[in-house]
C-alpha cells in the first residue's frame, strides 16, 4: 500500500520527528542538498578467512566501504523507511527474504531443500547499481508521488548520486528498484522448473530433478542476461554450482536434506561452550557463544538440543 503524501505533509512530518532537535524546513533541505556521511572502511570477511586458512597473507585485503549518515540524516531515513517504504512491501515479489519483515536466511533456504542442483549467484556492488535517477523514477512512476516529492525522498536517501550501503532506506529501496529483476528471473525460472530465491544481492536457483552441465550453463547464461538488462551486473567469480554429491549451502545454511548448519561450526561451537564452562580462556566471549547458539536454534532446533548436550548454557 503506497501512502498519499506531498512535499509539505512530509516535511511537517519531518518536522514533528525533529522537535527535540528543533528542526526547521531549511535543516530538512539542506540534508537533501548536501546529506553527510562518514566513511568505514571493513575488511570483508573473505579476505578475513583467507588469511586464516593459511593463505597469502601478503595479498592485498579486501575493503568494503560503509557510509554511515549523519545522526539527522538517519533519523530522517529511518521515518522514510518506516512511514513509506515498509507500508509498500506487498509489491515486492514472495521470493525477495533479505531485508523484509517475517523473512530471514532460514525463509531463504527453505524452499531449495532436497534439491539436486543449486546454482548460487552474486549481484556486483548492488547498493552503488542504484541510483539516484532509479530511486527518484521508483517514487515517480511506482509511488505516484509529485515531482519535487519524489527528488526530495531521493535525495536524502542517495549519496553521491548512488544507494549508499549504511543507509537505513537502502535495502528496502534496492529491494523494490529490482522487482523488475525478480519477474524476470521467476519467469525463466517457470520455464526451466527451477526455484528462485533473492537475500539483497545472493541470487539461488535450485533444481529438484538432475539437470545436466549444458543446461546449468545455459541458464547461467541467461540469468546472467536479464540481470545486465535490468541494469545490475553478476560478479562472475562468485558463481557456483553444487549437486546432492557434495554439501549445498543457501546462505550459509545447508540444505541437502533439511535445514542445518554446518558441522564444523557446530563442532567449533561446541568446543566453544566446553571451555567456557571449564573455565578456559576461548576466542570468542559468552555473548557470541550465546549468538552463535541463537543462530544453530533458529536454523534447526534439534541440532541446538544436540550440539548443547549436558551443558548449562542456554
Keep these: 500500500m503506497f501512502i498519499p503524501l506531498t512535499v509539505d505533509a512530509l516535511i511537517a512530518r519531518l ?39 593459511g593463505g597469502d597473507s601478503e595479498v592485498e585485503p579486501k575493503i568494503r566501504i560503509i557510509h554511515e549518515p549523519s545522526f539527522w540524516l538517519k533519523k530522517i531515513q ?46 556486483k556492488d548492488f547498493f552503488p547499481s542504484v541510483s539516484v535517477q532509479r530511486v527518484y523514477t521508483l517514487f515517480y512512476k511506482v509511488f505516484k508521488y509529485e515531482t519535487g516529492l519524489a527528488w526530495l525522498l531521493a535525495n536524502l536517501c542517495c549519496y553521491l548520486d548512488r544507494l549508499p550501503q549504511g543507509a537505513p532506506t537502502s535495502p528496502m529501496l534496492a529491494n523494490m528498484v529490482a522487482t523488475p529483476l525478480d519477474w524476470g528471473l521467476t519467469r525463466i525460472c517457470r520455464n526451466a522448473g527451477a526455484v528462485y530465491t533473492r537475500y539483497v544481492d545472493d541470487l539461488t536457483f535450485s533444481f529438484r530433478n538432475w ?5 546449468r550453463n545455459e541458464f547461467i547464461r541467461r540469468a546472467t542476461r536479464i540481470v545486465g538488462v535490468n541494469g545490475f551486473k553478476v560478479n562472475a567469480e562468485k558463481t557456483g554450482v553444487a549437486t546432492q554429491k557434495r554439501r549445498m549451502s543457501v546462505t550459509g545454511v545447508v540444505v541437502n536434506s533439511g535445514l542445518s548448519t554446518p558441522r564444523e ?32 536454534r533458529m536454523v534447526s532446533p534439534r541440532q541446538a538440543i544436540s550440539t548443547l548436550g549436558k551443558t548449562t548454557v542456554r
Design 15 to 53: 518536522l514533528v520527528v525533529g522537535q527535540r532537535e528543533k528542526w526547521t524546513e531549511k535543516t530538512i533541505w539542506a540534508q537533501a542538498r548536501r546529506p553527510r556521511y562518514k566513511e568505514i572502511r571493513i575488511q570483508k570477511r573473505s579476505s578475513e578467512r583467507n588469511i586464516l586458512a
Design 78 to 123: 529511518r521515518y522514510i523507511l518506516n512511514m513509506v517504504l515498509e507500508p509498500a512491501t506487498d509489491m515486492l515479489m514472495d521470493c525477495v527474504c533479505g531485508c523484509v519483515q517475517g523473512h530471514s536466511i532460514v525463509t531463504n533456504a527453505r524452499p531449495h531443500v532436497g534439491a539436486r542442483v543449486r546454482i548460487h549467484m552474486d549481484l
Design 211 to 215: 539437470v545436466p552441465r549444458e543446461f
Design 265 to 296: 561450526f557446530r563442532r567449533n561451537l561446541r568446543a566453544a561452550i566446553f571451555n567456557q564452562e571449564a573455565g578456559i580462556p576461548s576466542v570468542d566471549s559468552a555473548e557470541v557463544v550465546r549468538g552463535k547458539l541463537c543462530y544453530v
